[in-house]
């Protein structure tokens, strides 16, 4: 199994609300990303995870939580968004970093709008 | 500071002709270098990747890319363009034992009959 899974695909909320995104992977990779895409520009890092524990948080707002449960497994818990974080948002594996050779396994994403 | 540039922002190819794609880094040591693909609202698909060894590297679909080190470039090429390319094209760095990714801002290819 080569595959990221995301759920859901898409994603309506107000502001609000309480949601999660999930990611799951089962290639026995240990590190995990968040990124948040807007149309027509690049990924942007939010989260790291590795081995289950966050490495990484690129100064995201306090409303985005992450959560790695597992090795397997990666959930993003949104809580009183604004409008303006409507946006793709990735999830991507790697067997261990970049820098060290592991290139990143992109989900096919959750489309989120804020309402 | 690490960057990643992507000169081209837009190009419109004929189905059939050839596809070249640039890209510049500046980084100190010899990066880890990726192409990814995006289709319209879909995720990115890893292309090929460079880490060390032989500069011409062969990816899926066809694509090829050439590591320059004395132009600090990775340009991806294609040497027959078929109409389901049409896609975004990103260029990436591995910037640090963390695993961040450094993008370019990314190029829209458009493939005309």
């Known amino acids: 199994d080569t595959e990221v899974t995301q759920t859901p695909k898409h994603l309506v909320m107000g502001m609000t609300n309480k949601k999660s995104l999930k990611c799951e992977q089962h290639?026995?990779?240990?590190?995990m990303y968040w990124y948040k895409q807007k149309a027509k520009k690049p990924p942007e890092l939010m989260f790291v995870y590795s081995y289950e524990k966050l490495s990484i948080n690129e100064s995201v707002p306090s409303r985005f939580s992450p959560e790695c449960p597992n090795s397997s497994l990666l959930n993003l818990h949104l809580h009183a968004l604004q409008p303006e974080d409507s946006a793709l948002y990735l999830c991507?594996?790697?067997?261990?970093?970049?820098?060290?050779?592991?290139?990143?396994?992109f989900g096919p994403g959750t489309r989120l709008t804020v309402l | 500071a690490q960057s990643v540039t992507q000169p081209d922002i837009h190009i419109t190819v004929s189905e059939g002709a050839s596809l070249e794609l640039r890209c510049n880094y500046s980084?100190?040591?010899?990066?880890?270098l990726f192409w990814y693909v995006q289709s319209p609202g879909q995720g990115l698909q890893l292309l090929l990747k460079?880490?060390?060894?032989?500069?011409l590297v062969q990816g899926i679909k066809g694509f090829e890319a050439e590591f320059k080190r004395s132009q600090s470039s990775f340009n991806l090429r294609k040497p027959s363009v078929h109409w389901s390319d049409a896609a975004e094209y990103f260029c990436a760095v591995g910037v640090d034992s963390w695993g961040k990714l450094q993008f370019g801002a990314g190029t829209q290819v458009v493939v005309t009959p």
């Open positions: 290639m026995g990779h240990r590190a």
């Open positions: 460079y880490f060390s060894g032989d500069t």
């Open positions: 991507a594996s790697s067997h261990g970093l970049a820098g060290v050779g592991g290139e990143q396994f």
């Open positions: 980084y100190g040591a010899t990066p880890y």
